[in-house]
Nanobody, 118 residues
């Protein structure tokens, strides 16, 4: 059974930082591209950042470029999202996603709440 478990969310002041973690189990982690999505109240889920399985190439949404960093540790089956210079617009539930293109497999975590407020 595949499980993705996010952690690290919480309440932070504007300008602050958080690091999200997502630990995967039940799959060969190194073979999956990993992504972080977010969904704010009343809005659609949107892609925040992605990192490939083969060479850890990263990609970011324009609204987080220069502020967020995605990384992975295959030995720990973990993907991270370092979030700096947070603003209230970053408030959302953040979801971890594991994607295997060739097998068309797609798995989601339960999400972790990030609230940016003074």
């Amino acid at each position: 059974q595949v499980q993705l478990v996010e952690s690290g969310g919480g309440l932070v002041q504007p300008g602050g930082s958080l690091r999200l973690s997502c630990v995967a189990s039940g799959l060969i982690f190194s073979r999956y591209s990993m992504r972080w999505y977010r969904q704010a109240p009343g809005k659609e889920r949107e892609l925040v950042a992605a990192i490939t399985s083969v060479d850890s190439t990263t990609n970011y949404a324009d609204f987080v470029k220069g502020r967020f960093t995605i990384s992975r540790d295959n030995a720990k089956n973990t993907v991270y999202l370092q979030m700096n210079s947070l603003s209230p617009q970053d408030t959302a539930v953040y979801y971890c996603n594991a994607f295997h293109r060739l097998l068309s497999l797609n798995y989601w975590g339960q999400g972790t709440q990030v609230t940016v407020s003074s």
